[in-house]
Nanobody
């Protein structure tokens, strides 16, 4: 059974930090690129960051570049999103997605975790 479980969300003040985790099971993790997406209230879901299956390459949305860092631990089947210098506009529901490196149509979603940045 495929599972992606996000954790680490919560309420944080502007300028603060959070570390999200996406723990996975049920598939061959090191064959999958993993991305973090987010959906702000009343808006479309958007891509935040992606890391390749081996962790050798990463990409970020312009709005988070320099503040967020995506990483993975293939031994633990887990991907992380370190979020620093958080802004109110980072408030959103954050999801992880795992996509097969050769068949990206084969992909899985987690249930998401809420991040709220507010004073």
């Amino acid at each position: 059974q495929v599972q992606l479980v996000e954790s680490g969300g919560g309420l944080v003040q502007p300028g603060g930090s959070l570390r999200l985790s996406c723990a996975t099971s049920g598939f061959t993790f090191n064959l999958y690129a993993v991305s973090w997406y987010r959906q702000p209230p009343g808006k479309e879901r958007e891509l935040v960051a992606t890391i390749t299956s081996a962790g050798s390459s990463t990409n970020y949305a312009g709005s988070v570049k320099g503040r967020f860092t995506i990483s993975r631990d293939n031994a633990k089947n887990t991907v992380y999103l370190q979020m620093n210098s958080l802004k109110p506009e980072d408030t959103a529901f954050y999801y992880c997605n795992a996509a097969h490196r050769f068949q990206p149509a084969l992909n899985y979603w987690g249930q998401g975790t809420q991040v709220t940045v507010s004073s």
